[in-house]
Nanobody, 115 residues
């Protein structure tokens, strides 16, 4: 059974930082492309950042220069370092994994940025 468990969300003031983690089990982590998505109230879920099996990264324009995605294949964990947070970053953040055969979602973690 594949599980993705996010942690690290919370309430932070604008300009602050948070680090999200997503621990993965039940699949060969290194073979999965990992990503972070977010969904704000009343909005569609959007891709924030992803990292390939070879650690190539890409980012949404709205977070470039502020967020950093990384992965630790030994710990089977993907991270999202979020700096210079803005109120518009408020959302539920979801971890996502996909490989040739399947894709998987975590349960989400709330990030709230106060102004």
């Amino acid at each position: 059974q594949v599980q993705l468990v996010e942690s690290g969300g919370g309430l932070v003031q604008a300009g602050g930082s948070l680090r999200l983690s997503c621990a993965v089990s039940g699949t060969i982590f290194r073979l999965n492309v990992m990503a972070w998505y977010r969904q704000a109230p009343g909005k569609q879920r959007e891709l924030v950042a992803d990292i390939s099996t070879g650690s190539t990264t890409s980012y949404a324009d709205s977070v470039k220069g502020r967020f950093t995605i990384s992965r630790d294949n030994d710990k089977k964990t993907v991270y999202l370092q979020m700096n210079s947070l803005k109120p518009e970053d408020t959302a539920v953040y979801y971890c996502h994994a996909h490989n040739y055969y399947n894709d998987y979602w975590g349960q989400g973690t709330q990030v709230t940025v106060s102004s």
